[in-house]
């Protein structure tokens, strides 16, 4: 799975309800950035690599399907 689809099926299993506008509100950035981060148009930076990462509680190797291993990241 690609980095982007792996973005968009973490929105997506988080609540089939979150949609790309409040996801945007949440990570404040605009609804048009999220898809086009969640299609591949656009390239992910490394804070926004962080701010998925921290969010949804992965790994950067699992986000960018270095792994497909999902594991939790260690609380602190």
């Not at 992910?44 to 497909?68: K, Q």
Request: aromatic share 12%; net charge positive.
């Amino acid at each position: 799975m690609k980095w982007y689809e792996r973005c968009k099926a973490l929105r997506e299993d988080l609540n089939p309800k979150v949609n790309q506008t409040e996801l945007g509100k949440i990570f404040n950035m605009s609804q048009k950035k999220i898809s086009r981060l969640e299609t591949g148009q656009a390239q992910i930076t490394p804070d926004e690599i962080g701010i998925y990462c921290r969010f949804f509680n992965v790994s950067a190797d699992y986000l960018l399907g270095f792994t497909d291993e999902y594991k939790e990241m260690p609380k602190k």
